[in-house]
């Protein structure tokens, strides 16, 4: 059974810096593609980054380029966020995802994304 469990969120001011974390358990990880996608209140789910397995690609939202960072162990089966000088316009639930393929392909559809976590919740106040 796969699942991927989010950790890191929570309430920050403007300017700040946060790390997400994203767990994954019931399959060795390092061979797929892992995102990233945030869903803010009335909005639809949008893409925020994601990486290849071996970490060497990786892909970017033009509203996070320069302040968000993805990175992955492999051998912790984690993917990390680190979001830097955060915006109120960040705010929002902040999901990870799994490409069962193994891929160079960072793809920014969440259709293209197989297992989901439950999501961690970033409130970025002004």
């Known amino acids: 059974q796969v699942q991927l469990v989010e950790s890191g969120g929570g309430l920050v001011q403007a300017g700040d810096s946060r790390g997400l974390s994203c767990a994954a358990s019931?399959?060795?990880?390092?061979?797929?593609?892992m995102g990233w996608f945030r869903q803010a209140p009335g909005k639809e789910r949008e893409f925020v980054a994601a990486i290849s397995w071996s970490g060497g690609i990786t892909a970017y939202a033009d509203g996070v380029k320069g302040r968000f960072s993805i990175s992955r162990d492999n051998a912790k089966n984690t993917v990390y966020l680190q979001m830097n000088s955060l915006k109120p316009d960040d705010t929002a639930i902040y999901y990870c995802?799994?490409?069962?393929?193994?891929?160079?392909?960072?793809?920014?559809?969440?259709?293209?994304?197989?297992?989901w976590g439950q999501g961690t919740q970033v409130t970025v106040s002004s």
């Open positions: 019931g399959r060795t990880f390092g061979s797929y593609t």
């Open positions: 995802a799994v490409k069962l393929l193994t891929s160079y392909r960072t793809p920014k559809s969440d259709r293209e994304y197989d297992y």
